[in-house]
């Protein structure tokens, strides 16, 4: 007897299901509903169809002929509006009534619409079926688009429409894209190649509003007020199984529809099959389980024993042109270890994750021609620790002798250019050589050769080693930390020449070998890209020291100290009043005047901080960054004010230096004084920066210090107005800002910078000063701000334990 | 038996981070990765009692933010040359939240 089968929804994988069933036996009554105007066609496809490299027609998987062949009603453009279990019926929406011995249910997915404010404008459509991509193909080089999501299916719709010159900007919420397939150093380099193509990419970027003009989208509005004016607004932020039906017929739902390892709902007459489903636990986007579940469908609707296994799964993408491939697990966790490989050059990045000396996940970008070595590795959970040292490299590497890098170093041809900044080949680097110049520095001199971006240094270094052979030495050069071989000079020149603008920048293309740092270059590298890129590079509170983190010094108990800033060691009553009420208040078991003519409260626990900063802040008193590396105070004697001897207001003065300089962030602290006269009572004169008033205006000397070195300062310059010593004093900062390494105070800059060098920038090219007080002020734009009062305002919650329990376990 | 309670949402603690959890015996620090695994220690360095939650979280380890001491947040044991062992406690992630063993952290004194 012929069966009748009712299919709702004509997807990829009810249409497998068909396939395998009807090859079986054709015996079959089908009637196919399907919401969408057509039949069966390759929803994975439709990036290439939007892309322009196919048409519709080419990924049509049935079309009318086979459905014709096979028998099936197809009833397209029809919705199923009920299905009645107990009478074995569905109602179709124009009041049929089609009765069934077996339903499969093939709802799919619905793109999932953010409710913000607009959703339902004109022109903010999902990515998911043929009329949205044609909807993307009508626009053209003079439209704007807005793609909100930065997932596969996102980057698609984007890089689809950019190569139609489509001006595609991508709004992405996380921190870095395609954050579940991809670990932030990968998910750099696509942003990257991204950029490349033209599309401008917004990470971190939190959507607020969709804003319309007579019904139709205008602009996307983000929450910090950036405004992206757009003709189309594509949502592609996931997708959620469709169940709206099977929950109204009462059949079990959870995420997705319930199903069995046979396919069966909690109703054994129907079935359900594809992205709808939900089996134990999982729900399912990728195509090979789907294809998995049509075959068991067809198996247990011809009666046939079959069970669905979820394996395994890797993902090997090419968005885009980039080829990614992720797999497993790669998650850091416990007793796992990470090997790294990056090729800045080549823009490759490769991550195993170990445990137990077995592969448990990786990341691959760029180069994924080993994908399935690595994800057989994983599957079949090989043990590698006889292959440990070379299987980043791959297959091809093992069971031989490591590769000698200096090999094929030794093997390129004369022609073949080494430094490509300023085009010198190998052969004139060994000319250079054989004319003496046996080391890298001369080498620089001689030839210009890794002078100027330094990306080709590593590889000067290998010519010099096979030219000159044992008589050749490496240098000893002090690497960051243990995570990189480059020095803190080849990084920042590297952050300055290539622009790189994050962290995960600087650990790709200086080839980290690590994939998050550790606790040495974390801060260096904060420091260095807010420093060189104040305004595009977003400060990193998990990459400072607790002091600069909190904002407070750690005491040796793990309590504070809190140091409220006094411009130029001058308080008041009423600031007195206020500290003196914050240490009855907080308990503050010591009140200590400072050195740098402030007062210190030591003994703060870490979670009143924001509460007595609260109090201070209401007296007017903003954090005195005791605890930075960077302004800390500016040292005064009363000047004209009152002293006999004074002869210039060196009060004020320190005052207008400390108003302008707080808050930057430095190499390390900095210390200013400025005294009236030379008996120099505020001790200016072993201070980073040091002026001295005379007669005839202001003597400035830099390069002091009275800590594990004590040093006088050198004279720098001497200039007759106030406006002078601001300039020279902001230009001087600056320049140790852009130059020094972090951790070395000024005199360190100054010794191995020179005097003269500092001197020819800063006092002798007044447009150099100029620019270097004009850089300043674009930095403290954003930073000359109390994060006292910020802290307050955002952060107080985090000072506070997470969860209290005390409670909890005396019971 | 173990017993899970539920401490924060995952998203209460900073990646790369750690917040505190109080309880009778003194702090738990709970960790953070940059993966968003988490793990809960002692907060407080075998060396100087330094509290450990203060420190850099770097892949799966923390620097004390007193003397620099690099612990494992996986086994809790010291790394490089300098030698101790924190006490670990078990700690999970479900549906967005962080869990621990109650368990476990009722019975420190006596583990």
Known sequence: ?811 | MSEWIDIAALEDIPQRGARVVKTAEGCVAVFRTASDEVYALDNSCPHKQGPLAEGIVHGASVTCPLHNWVFDLATGEAQGADEGTVATYPARVEAGRVLLDAERLRGRVAA
């Open chain 1, 1 to 811: 007897m012929t069966k009748k089968l009712v299919i709702i929804g004509a997807g990829m994988a009810s249409g497998r299901a068909l396939e395998h069933l009807l090859k079986e036996d054709p015996d079959w009554d089908v009637t196919l509903f399907n919401a969408e105007p057509r039949g069966n066609y390759d929803r994975i496809m439709l990036s290439p169809v939007l892309a322009g490299d196919k048409s519709y027609e080419d990924i049509v998987i049935h079309d009318s002929a086979w459905y014709e062949e096979n028998g099936v009603t197809c009833r397209f453009g029809e919705k199923v509006e009920t299905i009645d279990r107990a009478a074995k019926t569905v109602t179709a929406a124009n009041g049929d009534v089609l009765e069934y011995d077996k339903l499969l249910i093939g709802t799919g997915s619905k793109p999932f619409i953010i409710p913000l404010p607009g959703h339902d404008l004109d022109g903010v459509i999902a990515y998911r079926d043929l009329e949205d991509t044609e909807l993307m193909m009508s626009m053209t080089d003079q439209n704007k688009v807005v793609v909100i999501g930065g997932g596969l299916l996102g980057l698609e719709a984007a890089a689809g429409m950019a190569a139609r010159g489509v001006d595609v900007t991508v709004v992405h919420i996380m921190g870095h894209l395609m954050e579940r397939q991809l670990d932030e150093a990968a998910g750099y380099l696509l942003r990257k190649a991204l950029i490349d193509k033209g599309i401008t990419v917004m990470c971190s970027a939190n959507s607020k509003e969709i804003v319309g003009e007579d019904g139709k989208v205008k602009a996307l509005m983000l929450d910090d007020g950036t405004e992206l004016p757009c003709d189309l607004l594509v949502m592609a932020v996931g997708i959620r199984p469709n169940v709206a039906l099977a929950e109204a017929s009462g059949i079990a739902v959870g995420r997705g529809i319930h199903v069995d390892d046979q396919m069966i709902t909690s109703d054994e007459n129907i079935l359900a099959v594809g992205e709808c489903v939900e089996h134990n636990g999982a729900v399912f986007g990728l195509v090979a389980p789907l294809y998995d579940q049509a075959k068991v469908v067809a198996k247990t609707l011809l009666g046939e024993e079959a069970t669905f296994v979820q394996k395994d799964l890797s993902t090997k993408l090419k968005v885009t042109g980039c080829d990614l491939f992720s797999a497993g697990d790669f998650a850091e966790g416990e007793g796992r270890e990470d090997i790294v490989f990056r090729d800045p050059a080549r823009g490759v990045y490769r991550r195993l994750v170990l445990e137990d000396n077995v592969i448990v996940g990786t990341v691959m970008y760029g180069d994924t021609a080993d994908s399935n070595w690595f994800f057989g590795m994983i599957k079949d959970k090989t043990d590698i620790s006889d292959m440990r040292e070379t299987v980043i490299f791959g297959p091809a590497y093992q069971g031989g002798a490591p590769q000698d890098p200096l090999a094929a170093v030794a093997a390129l041809p004369d022609d073949a250019e080494i430094c490509g900044c300023n085009g010198i080949s190998k052969g004139d680097i060994v000319a250079a050589i054989n004319e003496g110049a046996t080391d890298l520095g001369a080498i620089r001199a001689e030839t210009k050769a890794s002078g100027s971006c330094g990306t080709c240094t590593g590889l000067v270094e290998q010519v010099l080693a096979t030219t000159l052979g044992d008589a050749f030495v490496m240098p000893t050069a002090q690497p960051m930390c243990g995570c990189t071989d480059m020095t803190h000079e080849d990084v920042r020149r590297m952050i300055k020449s290539q622009e790189l603008k994050s962290m995960a920048a600087v650990m790709q293309e200086c080839g980290w070998k690590t994939s998050c740092g550790c606790h040495v270059c974390r801060p260096a590298l904060n420091y260095y890209l807010l420093a060189d890129w104040p305004v595009e590079y977003q400060d990193d509170p998990q990459s400072r020291f607790i002091n600069e983190r909190k904002h407070a010094n750690i005491q040796k108990d793990g309590t504070f100290s809190v140091v409220p800033r006094m411009w130029g060691g001058i308080t008041n009553a009423n600031e007195l009043r206020a500290i003196a009420d914050a240490a009855d208040k907080f308990d503050v078991p010591t009140v200590k005047v400072t050195g740098g003519q402030r007062i210190d409260l030591l003994g703060v626990k870490g979670e009143d901080l924001p509460a007595i900063w609260k109090d201070l802040n209401a007296a007017g008193m903003v954090s005195g960054h005791a605890y930075s590396k960077g302004l800390r105070t500016v040292k005064t004697c009363v000047g004209t004010d009152h002293c006999r001897f004074g002869t210039q207001d060196s009060t004020g003065l320190g005052i207008k230096l400390e108003k302008a300089l707080w808050g930057s962030w430095t190499p390390h602290k900095v210390k200013l004084g400025v005294s009236g006269c030379p008996r120099n009572c505020a001790e200016a004169t072993c201070k980073d920066i040091g002026i001295v008033c005379v007669d005839s205006g202001f003597e400035i000397g830099v390069g002091g210090a009275a800590g594990m070195d004590v040093k006088e300062v050198q004279a720098f310059a001497k200039v007759e107005t106030e406006q002078e010593v601001m300039d020279v004093c902001i230009a001087f900062t600056q320049l140790y800002r852009e130059h020094a390494k972090y951790l070395d105070r000024m005199y360190k800059f100054i010794d191995k910078f020179g005097l003269e060098w500092c001197q020819e920038r800063v006092i002798d090219d007044l447009e150099n000063r100029k620019a270097l007080v004009d850089r300043f002020e674009l930095s403290q734009s954003i930073y000359r701000k109390d994060p006292w009062a910020e802290h307050v305002e955002d952060k107080a919650e985090t000072y506070q334990p997470v969860a209290n329990l005390t409670l909890e376990a005396a019971e």
